[in-house]
């Protein structure tokens, strides 16, 4: 989906989404197959917000389910403690850090099922699946690196207590973080090969 400005002939801008005018799509939208071509040209995109809405669900249940389970260190199992005591002893609160982990891995597994199947439609089998796995977390966990750099610059670098200002802050970051996730998804975990073929035949086209 590609979204840009034009200068029509009377000087004035005009929003428009793949060449086509917002108010041309709008229209088009109201009929059957308006929307189905609609989805068609923008299905990837379409999808890759759908099933990330079902992400930040996920994560959010996740996390409530598992603040119910492991309320204090007694309640953690001995393979899960280790998670809980490094947080301890960084001066972290692992009642909160150890359900965060746990709720960012399950997430990042449906992510990765979702987006792998339907979302990007990768075909690769075998070895490759395992690849993919581990360049897609890979790419999750440099994006969470992101993500608690630009909370860090924004809020605690600037000393802004402020409930709005954070919100607005966060909103900003995941933001950041959405369309950086879709950048790395396609163009580096799920790149298809005449994607790949097509940025090799731009390079050695003459400039």
């Known amino acids: 989906m590609l979204i840009y400005k034009k200068r029509n002939k009377f000087g004035d801008d005009e929003l428009k989404i793949k060449g086509k ?4 799509i709008m229209k088009s939208l109201k009929t059957r197959d308006g929307r189905r071509d609609f989805f068609r040209e923008n299905r990837e995109i379409i999808l890759y917000i759908i ?13 409530a389910l598992f603040r119910v389970l492991f309320p204090t260190a007694e309640s953690v199992p001995a393979w899960l403690s280790w998670i809980y005591e490094l947080t301890r002893n960084l001066g ?6 150890l359900p965060n982990v746990l709720s960012w891995i399950c997430a990042n597994i449906f992510a990765f099922i979702t987006n792998r199947i339907i979302v990007f439609r990768s075909g690769k089998k075998g070895f490759f699946v395992v690849l993919e796995a581990l360049k897609f ?4 966990l440099f994006t969470l690196a992101c993500d608690i750099l630009i909370m860090y610059l924004l809020v605690d670098l600037t000393g802004i207590r402020n409930f709005f200002y954070e919100a607005a802050a966060k909103i900003f970051s995941t933001v950041v973080v959405l369309v950086l996730n879709y950048i790395l998804s396609k163009l580096f975990v799920f790149r298809k090969k005449k994607e790949i073929n097509s940025a090799k035949s731009n390079e050695d086209t003459p400039k």
């Open 92 to 97: 972290a609160d692992g009642n909160t850090i």
């Open 21 to 24: 005018e917002v108010g041309e």
């Open 137 to 140: 977390f890979a790419s999750r």
């Open 51 to 63: 099933f990330g809405a079902g992400t930040t669900l996920i994560s959010m249940a996740s996390y």
